[in-house]
């Protein structure tokens, strides 16, 4: 299964708020630039984080968002989720499966344990635990040079 666009903007907009100071609010536009992500592609992602429960939105001049909950509570699978929606490997895994392979067939079983255990991956990193173990990038990497003589 490979992530969208959408889900891995999603999860640079968490980490850039578990990274803000507790109860300061972060403008869409600069988490954006900050981000790499195009300002109207967020526009519409923080909706899916805030009907989530993940983001706090308020609106205004002095508006902004934030994190809902503490980082220690919001998985990388919730993150998934919210921009996703639920998440099945094929449409047999899914929470209304149908018979997708003949019937009594064993790649359903095969398929739900490797679901089980993809969203259990998801689950066991929190935003706390992604913050706490990032590096950071290395400047040659984003295409800046260190200024020095050529």
Do not use: W
Request: hydrophobic residues 45%.
């Amino acid at each position: 299964m490979k992530l969208t666009k959408a889900t891995e903007y999603g999860i640079l907009t968490m980490l850039f708020l578990a990274k803000a100071p507790a109860g300061q609010l972060s403008d869409s536009a600069g988490i954006a630039e900050r981000e790499g992500i195009p300002a109207s592609f967020l526009s519409k992602l923080v909706p899916s984080l805030v009907r989530a429960g993940l983001v706090r939105s308020q609106r205004g001049s002095s508006g902004g968002i934030e994190l809902a909950r503490p980082a220690e509570t919001i998985t990388l699978r919730a993150i998934v989720e919210a921009i996703e929606g639920e998440i099945a490997v094929n449409d047999c895994t899914g929470s209304q499966p149908y018979a997708c392979f003949r019937s009594g067939c064993a790649i359903q079983g095969a398929l739900q344990m490797a679901q089980s255990r993809y969203l259990q991956v998801l689950a066991d990193y929190t935003l706390a635990s992604l913050v706490a173990t990032e590096r950071p990038v290395a400047l040659s990497m984003i295409g800046e040079t260190s200024g020095g003589a050529e």
